[in-house]
């Protein structure tokens, strides 16, 4: 038995490609389909809005019908070539460019089987579905990172009034300055002047998550300093309950020493995150922030490192709060912004 009614399946690719063959081979016959739903006493509008087009080209179509009868309905001949590299181009160049790689012009052209067209007008082609960029490098995850991060934040809950919460991390800050991106004179490309031996140091740093105090030192990336960096956040707050310490599974993290000064420090804590999870740790942004401050400068060393003081000094707990946005990291648990134990 027929059904009462058919529709058509509207999720279906192929209503897609109806619509793109109406608008290239089919157009002259979707210009009839305008002239007969006028006659059957449709407005503009109404068929405009049938046909998923304009109420200025039904109007167009329907006066040149008028005036020259189904002979109107046709192109008019027109100057210069025609278009070359359709929407299939498009959609096989939206496919390539779906994969990672070192996507050049003529690297597609030679990819889309050197279809016969300039390298400029496949240029300009692409330009339509594509911009040029820089790839960005993203941490390839822990697979167990929803059960790590799950954990942190049901033993944050379990903490008791007043406890507080630190996040740690390190970073390396050079004498080869850092390059970004800036505005430039037309003309003039800027050059800065490298050092003839580079020299790097070591900066810990360890952000309260609810008042934002920040603490830091430099040093070098070892055991030995990141317990000193402890015991600067131990004497921060010397009467909370509980101190937790969340950090990266660094190899320091995990040294003797510092298994040791855990033991003879029961109320301190450390908690570690997903490995190659770098963006949960809300220490990150405040190192973004500190390598744009110093980025394009050519110093001393004794200078580079008074930037980085400079840096650390310059910015109260508010703003370290707002530059790290503590609240966005998965480790909190829901609600932390608005009530978290009134910690600080």
Not at 220 to 231: M, P, S, V
Request: net charge positive; aromatic share 8%.
């Amino acid at each position: 038995m027929r059904p009462v009614s058919v529709f058509a399946n509207r999720s279906d690719a192929s209503i897609e490609q109806l619509r793109t063959e109406l608008r290239s081979r089919w157009r002259q016959a979707m210009r009839a389909v305008m002239v007969l739903l006028s006659a059957r006493g449709l407005f503009a509008a109404q068929i405009a809005d049938l046909l998923e087009c304009d109420a200025g080209t039904v109007r167009r179509w329907i006066g040149r019908f008028n005036r020259h009868g189904s002979a109107g309905l046709a192109d008019r001949p027109r100057c210069g070539r025609p278009c070359t590299g359709g929407p299939r181009l498009l959609v096989r160049m939206a496919a390539l460019l779906e994969r990672a790689g070192p996507w050049t012009v003529p690297r597609l052209w030679q990819y889309l089987g050197r279809p016969k067209l300039s390298l400029r007008t496949l240029y300009r082609r692409l330009r339509g579905v594509a911009v040029w960029r820089r790839s960005k490098l993203v941490a390839r995850g822990d697979p167990a990172r929803a059960c790590v991060v799950s954990e942190i934040a049901a033993r944050l809950r379990a903490l008791p009034r007043g406890a507080v919460v630190w996040a740690t991390d390190e970073t390396h800050v050079h004498l080869l300055p850092h390059i970004r991106a800036t505005w430039t004179l037309r003309h003039r490309r800027p050059e800065i002047a490298t050092p003839g031996k580079n020299r790097q140091v070591t900066v810990f740093g360890a952000l309260e998550m609810t008042s934002g105090r920040w603490v830091y030192r430099l040093g070098r990336r070892c055991a030995g300093d990141f317990i000193a960096l402890l015991e600067q956040i131990r004497l921060a707050v010397p009467d909370a309950p509980a101190i937790v310490v969340i950090c990266d599974n660094d190899s320091i993290h995990h040294a003797k020493a510092v298994t040791a000064y855990l033991a003879g420090h029961p109320a301190v804590q450390m908690l570690f995150g997903a490995r190659y999870s770098p963006h949960d740790n809300p220490v990150e942004r405040i190192w973004a922030a500190l390598k744009a401050f110093i980025a394009n400068t050519a110093v001393s060393w004794p200078g580079r490192l008074r930037q980085i003081h400079a840096f650390f000094r310059a910015r109260s707990p508010d703003q370290m709060l707002t530059a790290a946005a503590p609240w966005t990291s998965p480790w909190l648990p829901a609600g932390y912004k608005r009530n978290f134990w009134n910690a600080a």
